[in-house]
């Protein structure tokens, strides 16, 4: 029985994990290109929660019974909607601001975040929104006695089947691409990658835009699992995949996904066998911890200041 509970556990702090992981790469690549946490990357992820139940609404409504390819097409909508949000505040909130000193990004961030949350409070309702489930049923692992050990639902599954899948394929674009070399000659000097003919400001506008992507990615996978939300989940959520970011190694792609896991762990176990009532505290009580010993987090590199 003891058995059964920390195998179910462990599921669900992967799949807890996986979601932080996801949004925790628009925090970390931000903040490995300029050097600026987006605080209003949560209310990107709430907003794409609310185009998910929108274009689920309209696809329903023109009769499309098929449900992966309405999923496909939601993903591809959702993603393609909530880019466009990335790239918008980007374009117009934060390129004014780059030459300025460190704390203005910072408070426009947290402005830019409450003004999405009361755009959305304004124009969606106050109150709780719901999808219906699109995907039920699950199966279930055993042991050789047929005693259950795990049961997973098929959304779980496809949380971390994409999600994964989607870590990887970012992986590839930013290390074997024209795109990803830009990326980095972009975070590694600015000034010098613009005087080799990179075109920076495109460069950190598709960063916004990627990062805006991946959580669209964990915004339609949690909303098809938990099938609710509403204007405040973005708060919250951002706060933990900003923590995530920061255990992992805030800056470095794989470390977002490995915070991500051991938040999403940790949180999972001290909630299955201590008190879901504190898990929180316990989560940042780690990121205290891991900070105290490695300030640069799991995968991180400390700063180098050039001289």
Known sequence: MELAILAQQTLNGLILGATYGLIAIGYTMVYGIIGMINFAHGEIYMVSAYVTAIFLAVLHYFGLANVPLMLLAVLLATMFVTALYGWFLERIAYRPLRGSTRLAPL??????????????????????????????????????????????????????????????????IMHHTSLGRACRATEQDRIMASLLGIDTDRIIATVFVIGAAMAAIAGVLVTLNYGSFDFHI??????????????????????????????????????????ADYKDVFAFSLLVLVLIFRPSGFLGHPQVVKV
């Open 107 to 172: 408070i426009t961030a947290i402005g830019l975040s409450l003004i999405l949350q009361n755009y959305v409070r304004l124009s969606q309702g106050a109150r709780s929104q719901g999808i219906p489930s699109l995907l039920q049923g699950s199966f279930a692992i055993t042991l050789g006695n047929d005693e259950r050990l795990v049961q997973i639902t098929y959304v779980q599954t496809l949380i971390i089947i994409v999600a994964f899948l989607s870590m990887a394929i970012l992986t590839v």
């Open 234 to 275: 973005g708060f919250v959520t951002g706060i933990k995949a900003f923590t995530a970011a920061v255990l992992g190694g805030i800056g470095s792609l794989p470390g977002a996904m490995l915070g991500g896991l051991v938040l999403g762990l940790s949180e999972s176990f001290f909630s299955g066998f201590v008190n």
